[in-house]
């Protein structure tokens, strides 16, 4: 006969185990995504004609963001913190002052006809731009939008969007939309 060698006792082992499992999970924190949320517009009709859409210059500022993360809204330089309300003042244009865009009148369904801005804001950031710049002029240039549709929503159906049901929040939509268009990154210091 030979000789018996010793087992190790694991019976403990899952419990450690275990016990690691949890204390990692509960002292582990998790970075938050940051990103944009956005729905994207509807595929287009495969029948439709392509349509030659130009943009009348008043209808459009460019919002530029550099690879120092300065801000140039149109000619002017500015803080991000001003941006809201820079970009409200030219998609509402209240004055109807003749350099910032033109309105039209629009036919929408379930509510009639509405003076609607054909205003675009075009987005454009190089490639050295921070995320965190990029996301904090997004951001403001949503609440921009928002802030214009609660305050449409409130003189038309007297609550807030975010309250409103699906049918009058799409009728906000069409009266203010959110034209926001991204060129590209460039890299404007001729590095490749």
């Not at 993360?69 to 002017?76: F, N, P, V």
């Not at 804001?121 to 490639?127: C, E, K, M, T, V």
């Not at 997004?138 to 609550?159: C, H, I, P, T, Y």
């Not at 939509?173 to 926001?180: L, T, W, Y």
């Amino acid at each position: 006969m030979g000789k018996k060698t010793p087992e190790l006792n694991t019976s403990s082992t899952a419990d450690m185990a275990f016990l690691l499992l949890c204390f990692f999970l509960m002292t582990t924190t998790m970075d938050q995504d940051l990103g944009l949320q956005r729905r994207l517009p509807p595929m287009p009709d495969k029948n439709q004609k392509a349509q030659d859409q130009k943009v009348n210059r008043r209808n459009i500022v460019i919002v530029k963001i550099n690879s120092a993360d300065r801000l140039l809204a149109g000619t002017e330089p500015m803080h991000v913190s001003q941006l809201k309300d820079k970009m409200k003042e030219f998609l509402d244009n209240p004055a109807n002052d003749p350099n910032l865009p033109e309105k039209e009148e629009v036919d929408i369904e379930g509510f009639g006809k509405v003076m609607v801005s054909k205003g675009v804001i075009s987005l454009q950031n190089d490639r050295g731009t921070s995320y965190e710049a990029y996301i904090a002029v997004q951001n403001e240039l949503v609440k921009a939008v928002n802030e214009l549709r609660d305050a449409w929503s409130m003189a038309n159906f007297g609550a807030p969007y975010m309250s409103l049901d699906e049918e009058k929040q799409e009728i906000v939509r069409k009266a203010v939309p959110q034209n926001i268009s991204e060129a590209e990154p460039k890299d404007v210091s001729g590095r490749r």
